[in-house]
């Protein structure tokens, strides 16, 4: 038998909300108001109810708790991604990481969802099924049109710049500056003397593609330098080796920016297979500062995203916005250049 204040209370089952009221001798109410987080409670019965719940290791019950609340403490992670780019990008898994760490800490599950057009409406249907409080939305494209069926489904933050018609102006979302990013890179290369200089740029449907070859262009243009040769790749080894190929087959840069650490990883091959050195004869700068970076050789100099601490402001942001604050609508993450060996 468990003991409470003159309470028999049976050890064979969980302990019930009534026990906790009768071992705090308060209502089975203000149990209930204690444990949903209400201020309408006074501190000294707060105190009693959490020593209540610690003496008979009450946990509560979420489902019951769902139910008076309207809220389920889960929140719907959306990456419209196949297989092979959500479980190969190291970029992704960093930021799923940061989400997950902060939702935790909030006390809210993460349900993950990989979407695409073709299970868009039944990811529209989920979304507006009372599962989950709210959702965020990572690696998206312009070309996912079921994003604009998810806008106003639940509260919705974005990973990354939204480029959808009914996220609009008023999206709330956190990103890198990736515009600054492809400047400081190109940057980079044009105070080491480079010339010549070309890109594999990332998805055109993609803010962080578009965007780190705005930075190239800028950069290029106030150093007074031509625009070199431009290729597009898909943030996969596959993508940037091809697309190195494809540079190479125009003629041979002493330099190229590209827009994520693992599609250098495909340029290198590239490179290597063409007989060239890196840096001797091209020097290559990438972005990201994924593990990876730091282990090719030469190692590769490379713009830092901190990957991880988005993830985290992208899931605080979305706490707040349910939790009833008025969080800033964008934040800008600062992003800095790492020299390392390739430039």
Request: proline share 3%.
């Given at each position: 038998m468990r003991?409470?204040?003159?309470?028999?209370?049976?050890?064979?089952?969980?302990?019930?909300?009534?026990?906790?009221?009768?071992?705090?001798?308060?209502?089975?109410?203000?149990?209930?108001?204690?444990?949903?987080?209400?201020?309408?409670?006074?501190?000294?019965?707060?105190?009693?109810v959490f020593a209540a719940i610690a003496q008979l290791d009450y946990v509560p019950n979420q489902a019951a708790r769902s139910l008076a609340t309207r809220q389920t403490r889960a929140i719907a992670l959306i990456i419209p991604e196949d297989t092979s780019r959500f479980f190969g990008d190291p970029f992704i898994a960093s930021v799923v990481s940061g989400i997950h760490s902060r939702l935790t800490e909030a006390d809210y599950v993460m349900n993950m969802v990989l979407a695409t057009d073709v299970a868009g409406g039944r990811t529209a249907q989920y979304l507006r099924g009372g599962n989950v409080d709210g959702a965020i939305v990572v690696s998206h494209h312009s070309r996912d049109a079921f994003v604009d069926a998810i806008a106003d489904a639940v509260p919705l933050v974005f990973g990354g710049r939204p480029t959808h018609k009914r996220a609009g102006e008023s999206a709330y979302f956190v990103d890198v500056d990736n515009v600054e990013g492809g400047r400081l890179a190109t940057a980079h290369l044009v105070e080491r003397g480079r010339r010549d200089i070309a890109t594999i740029a990332g998805p055109p449907d993609m803010p962080a593609g578009m965007d780190r070859l705005v930075g190239y262009r800028q950069a290029l243009a106030d150093a007074g330098l031509a625009e070199g040769a431009v290729a597009t790749g898909d943030f996969s080894e596959a993508g940037g080796y091809e697309a190195m190929r494809t540079i190479l087959s125009a003629?041979?840069?002493?330099?190229?920016?590209?827009?994520?650490?693992?599609?250098?990883?495909?340029?290198?091959?590239?490179?290597?297979?063409a007989g060239l050195t890196v840096p001797d004869d091209v020097a290559v700068v990438g972005f990201d500062d994924a593990p990876v970076a730091a282990t090719l050789s030469p190692a590769l100099t490379t713009v830092r995203q901190p990957s991880t601490r988005q993830g985290e402001l992208i899931a605080q942001k979305l706490v707040e916005l349910l939790g009833g604050s008025a969080p800033e609508r964008i934040t800008m993450i600062d992003v800095e250049i790492v020299p390392r060996a390739s430039a």
């Open positions: 003991r409470g204040v003159g309470v028999d209370l049976d050890a064979s089952g969980p302990a019930t909300i009534e026990q906790v009221a009768a071992v705090a001798g308060v209502s089975r109410s203000t149990v209930s108001r204690v444990v949903n987080g209400s201020s309408a409670v006074s501190e000294s019965a707060r105190e009693a003629g041979t840069p002493d330099a190229v920016f590209v827009a994520s650490d693992l599609m250098a990883v495909g340029a290198y091959r590239a490179l290597a297979e």
